[in-house]
């Protein structure tokens, strides 16, 4: 059973979910990764919490560029610990 997620998380998760609705659509599809980056950081805020979510998400932003290829990225699973945070 997953845990709650933190209200820190869920602010972030607004915030993606802001940037998805509302900027997204205006600077068109970019993302070279399945799933989208901003899947991908709703993804790993709910299932790692809001610190190390944010680091994961932090880190395929940063792999988003141009020299590289993309392709299937997914979360990696919440282990214990990351969950009862």
């Given at each position: 059973?997953?845990?709650?997620?933190?209200?820190?998380?869920?602010?972030?998760?607004?915030?993606?979910?802001?940037?998805?609705?509302?900027?997204?659509?205006?600077?068109?599809?970019?993302?070279r990764?399945?799933?989208?980056?901003?899947?991908?950081?709703?993804?790993?805020?709910?299932?790692?919490g809001?610190?190390?979510?944010?680091?994961?998400?932090?880190?395929?932003?940063?792999?988003?560029?141009?020299?590289?290829?993309?392709?299937?990225?997914?979360?990696?699973?919440?282990?214990?610990?990351?969950?009862?945070?």
């Amino acid at each position: 059973m997953a845990s709650p997620v933190s209200p820190l998380a869920w602010l972030a998760i607004g915030l993606v979910y802001f940037y998805r609705w509302v900027i997204s659509p205006l600077i068109g599809p970019r993302c070279r990764f399945n799933p989208t980056c901003s899947l991908y950081a709703i993804e790993a805020l709910k299932a790692h919490g809001f610190v190390k979510g944010c680091w994961l998400s932090g880190k395929r932003l940063l792999k988003c560029h141009p020299l590289n290829e993309g392709g299937f990225d997914p979360v990696p699973p919440a282990q214990k610990q990351d969950r009862d945070k």
